[in-house]
């Protein structure tokens, strides 16, 4: 239901147009339709005497039946009309529609006429009685001998109101039929689209909680927690932070790799201000630039590019003399350096593993800003030797494929998932915090989420908070 309200309020717009279009179209049918008025005259047959033992009753109903059957006959209807033209002053013409009705049990006779112009249609309804003898004369003289037997039980009245169209039946089926197309289009609308609009969304398809929704409204401002700690995007980071200190009573995880999908999505200023914000909490925290390909950690810090990882994977230069203290805060940085298509084959091999276990005997937590996981097997092969995985995605440019296959290939990996961060969301207080899915949808493992990162192919589990 809550998924169904969020859809419903992300494409109200196209349910409103949908619905007003719809009843403008049965309002203007409506009321193009030339108004038709309906009168009626109803006659009875006299009672008379019984004959051959049917009842006078009986005899008065067989001959309103008989008189029926042939008063809605053209040449009936013709004499009639002349008879009308002359009592009303009225242009004679042939009505709209003239309709007949006796039931044969009791001795009633119903003349309903309607037209376009209420006073022609009264007018006819009401010269059927004096017109029925001599029009059937020519049919039936003895049909016609029954007619001189009716007499007027109620006049005709003059309609007031049309009959038809029924514009407010119009309106009301239209409004009805309106809200089902429109439904059926929005849902059509939305599992077309390919994009997602809203972080619950990206959380149920990932199956993880949102740990912080961060607002993107100035792209220029990538570092606010050193630029402006006080600004609603800091807040958001604080948020993420915050999700992750308390997500075990130890602590947050001694290591976690920050990726996404794809490029484009976020994941360096992800990686960059949660580390600020963990710094800034106390903890001891070192961000290591993993992004041998596409490296930006030192952009964004102002800091030279190398040495870095690079070097200390080619092993000219040790972990410790290539980490890079900033000022005013515990955070340190870890730069990629300048690689080539060696290191980069190096970065999955077994040097690694020894390379993170040193950088994690130097800090209380270990941040690895990651390439996207569905362009290259590094953020994998390194989620398997940390302590978590915390997935990026930017809104208007994920999308739900994109994010499924993200699912599929962390799944391949025996790591926790942390959750999910989104960027460019909205920027209401409220939707800034963590957003916790249902327990049967909470994917982090409260024992496997303290593992830490060992030299092993697999985390273990902390036996002690802290240890590595």
Same mark, same amino acid.
């Given at each position: 239901?809550?998924?169904?309200?969020?859809?419903?309020?992300?494409?109200?717009?196209?349910?409103?147009?949908? @619905?007003?279009?719809?009843?403008?179209?049965?309002?203007?049918?409506?009321?193009?339709?030339?108004?038709?008025?309906?009168?009626?005259? @109803?006659?009875?047959?006299?009672?008379?005497? !019984?004959?051959?033992?049917?009842?006078?009753?009986?005899?008065?109903?067989?001959?309103?039946?008989?008189?029926?059957?042939?008063?809605?006959?053209?040449?009936?209807?013709?004499?009639?009309?002349?008879?009308?033209?002359?009592?009303?002053?009225?242009?004679?013409?042939?009505?709209?529609?003239?309709?007949?009705?006796?039931?044969?049990?009791?001795?009633?006779?119903?003349?309903?006429?309607?037209?376009?112009?209420?006073?022609?249609?009264?007018?006819?309804?009401?010269? +059927?009685?004096?017109?029925?003898?001599?029009?059937? &004369? =020519?049919?039936?003289?003895?049909?016609?001998?029954?007619?001189?037997?009716?007499?007027?039980?109620?006049?005709?009245?003059?309609?007031?109101?049309?009959?038809?169209?029924?514009?407010?039946? +119009?309106?009301?089926?239209?409004?009805?039929?309106?809200?089902?197309?429109?439904?059926?289009?929005?849902?059509?609308? &939305?599992?077309?689209?390919? #994009?997602?609009?809203?972080?619950?969304?990206?959380?149920?398809?990932?199956?993880?909680?949102?740990?912080?929704?961060?607002?993107?409204?100035?792209?220029?401002?990538?570092?606010?927690?050193?630029?402006?700690?006080?600004?609603?995007?800091?807040?958001?980071?604080?948020?993420?932070?915050?999700?992750?200190?308390?997500?075990?009573?130890?602590?947050?995880?001694?290591?976690? @790799?920050?990726?996404?999908?794809?490029?484009?999505?976020?994941?360096?200023?992800?990686?960059?201000?949660?580390?600020?914000?963990?710094?800034?909490?106390?903890?001891?925290?070192?961000?290591?630039?993993?992004?041998?390909? !596409?490296?930006? @950690?030192? #952009?964004?810090?102002?800091?030279?590019?190398?040495?870095?990882?690079? &070097?200390?994977?080619?092993?000219?230069?040790?972990?410790?003399?290539?980490?890079?203290?900033?000022?005013?805060?515990?955070?340190?940085?870890?730069?990629?350096?300048?690689?080539?298509?060696?290191?980069?084959?190096?970065?999955?091999?077994?040097?690694?593993?020894?390379?993170?276990? &040193?950088?994690?005997? *130097?800090? *209380?937590?270990?941040?690895?800003?990651?390439?996207?996981?569905?362009?290259?097997?590094?953020?994998?092969?390194?989620?398997?030797?940390?302590?978590?995985?915390?997935?990026?995605?930017?809104?208007?440019?994920?999308?739900?494929?994109?994010?499924?296959?993200?699912?599929?290939?962390?799944?391949?990996?025996?790591?926790?998932?942390?959750?999910?961060?989104?960027?460019?969301?909205?920027?209401?207080?409220?939707?800034?915090?963590?957003?916790?899915?249902?327990?049967?949808?909470?994917?982090?493992?409260?024992?496997?989420?303290?593992?830490?990162?060992?030299? =092993? *192919?697999?985390?273990?589990?902390?036996?002690?908070?802290?240890?590595?």
């Amino acid at each position: 239901m809550n998924h169904l309200v969020r859809v419903l309020r992300r494409r109200w717009q196209l349910l409103a147009l949908v @619905v007003l279009a719809s009843i403008a179209g049965a309002a203007a049918a409506a009321w193009l339709q030339t108004p038709t008025y309906q009168t009626a005259a @109803v006659l009875v047959s006299t009672t008379g005497t !019984a004959v051959d033992g049917t009842s006078a009753t009986q005899n008065a109903a067989q001959r309103a039946l008989d008189v029926s059957r042939f008063a809605g006959t053209a040449p009936v209807i013709e004499q009639v009309v002349t008879q009308a033209a002359g009592a009303s002053g009225l242009t004679a013409r042939a009505p709209a529609g003239v309709s007949t009705t006796a039931d044969g049990v009791s001795p009633f006779l119903t003349i309903t006429v309607s037209d376009s112009d209420p006073q022609w249609a009264q007018a006819v309804a009401n010269a +059927y009685l004096p017109t029925l003898p001599d029009a059937l &004369e =020519d049919i039936d003289p003895g049909i016609a001998g029954s007619a001189e037997q009716l007499t007027s039980l109620t006049a005709a009245p003059l309609p007031g109101a049309p009959a038809t169209p029924d514009r407010s039946l +119009y309106l009301s089926m239209g409004l009805l039929l309106d809200l089902v197309l429109g439904f059926g289009l929005v849902v059509l609308w &939305e599992s077309l689209d390919r #994009d997602f609009h809203d972080p619950e969304d990206m959380a149920r398809a990932l199956n993880l909680p949102v740990l912080g929704v961060i607002p993107q409204r100035d792209p220029k401002q990538v570092l606010p927690m050193r630029t402006a700690p006080s600004s609603s995007r800091a807040e958001a980071y604080r948020a993420v932070q915050a999700s992750l200190a308390f997500a075990r009573a130890e602590g947050p995880p001694r290591s976690i @790799v920050v990726t996404s999908p794809s490029s484009g999505e976020g994941v360096t200023t992800v990686a960059a201000n949660v580390a600020l914000a963990l710094a800034s909490s106390g903890h001891r925290v070192l961000l290591v630039d993993v992004n041998l390909r !596409a490296p930006s @950690v030192h #952009d964004l810090f102002e800091l030279p590019p190398g040495p870095g990882l690079a &070097e200390v994977l080619a092993g000219r230069i040790t972990p410790s003399a290539a980490l890079r203290d900033l000022p005013d805060t515990s955070l340190r940085v870890l730069t990629a350096g300048a690689s080539n298509a060696h290191q980069l084959e190096m970065l999955t091999g077994p040097r690694t593993p020894q390379v993170l276990v &040193e950088l994690q005997a *130097d800090c *209380d937590v270990l941040i690895l800003d990651t390439p996207p996981v569905l362009q290259v097997a590094d953020a994998l092969f390194l989620a398997a030797h940390s302590a978590g995985i915390l997935l990026v995605a930017r809104v208007g440019v994920a999308t739900k494929d994109r994010l499924r296959r993200a699912r599929d290939a962390v799944r391949t990996v025996q790591a926790p998932k942390l959750g999910l961060a989104v960027n460019g969301g909205s920027e209401s207080p409220e939707g800034l915090g963590p957003r916790r899915l249902p327990a049967s949808h909470r994917s982090f493992d409260s024992a496997a989420r303290t593992a830490p990162v060992t030299g =092993d *192919d697999k985390p273990v589990r902390e036996s002690v908070p802290g240890s590595s």
